[in-house]
Nanobody, 125 residues
Framework: QVQLVESGGGLVQAGGSLKLSCAASGRAFSSYTVGWFRQAPGKEREFVSAISRSGGNTYYAESVKDRFTISRDNAKNTVYLQMNSLKPEDTAVYYC??????????????????WGQGTQVTVSS
C-alpha cells in the first residue's frame, strides 16, 4: 500500500509556471505507475499525465502536451509535474494517483488504486 500527498499548488497568472510534487510513503514506491489527474468544478476528473515505474516512459493528455513535464525521483519517493505556459482552463484540483500495472497509458481514474487529497491550481487571466 502507498500513501500519496500532493503539494505545490497555488495561484498563478496565465503564462506562468508551477511545479507540483507528489510525495509517497509506504513500501516499494518504484513498483507503482503514477499519474496526475485534475478536476475542475462541475467537470469530471480528467487524466493529465502518467509516468512508468522506472521513469523511462511518460504519457500526456493532448491538452497539456508540450507544456507539462512529469518526472520522478524514486530515491525520494516523489513524482513531479512541471507546468509551464499555464492557461485559465488549467484551473482545477490536481491529484496524483498510483497503480501497480506497468501500463503508462492508463487514463481511466477507476484503474488507479491509490489517491492523494489534491492540491488547488488557479490560473488567472
Amino acid at each position: 500500500q502507498v500513501q500519496l500527498v500532493e503539494s505545490g499548488g497555488g495561484l498563478v497568472q496565465a503564462g506562468g509556471s508551477l511545479k507540483l510534487s507528489c510525495a509517497a510513503s509506504g513500501r516499494a514506491f518504484s513498483s507503482y505507475t503514477v499519474g496526475w489527474f485534475r478536476q475542475a468544478p462541475g467537470k469530471e476528473r480528467e487524466f493529465v499525465s502518467a509516468i512508468s515505474r522506472s521513469g523511462g516512459n511518460t504519457y500526456y493528455a493532448e491538452s497539456v502536451k508540450d507544456r507539462f513535464t512529469i518526472s520522478r525521483d524514486n530515491a525520494k519517493n516523489t513524482v513531479y509535474l512541471q507546468m509551464n505556459s499555464l492557461k485559465p482552463e488549467d484551473t482545477a484540483v490536481y491529484y496524483c494517483a498510483a497503480h501497480r500495472s506497468f501500463k503508462v497509458t492508463t487514463t481511466d481514474p477507476y484503474d488507479y488504486d491509490y489517491w492523494g487529497q489534491g492540491t488547488q491550481v488557479t490560473v488567472s487571466s
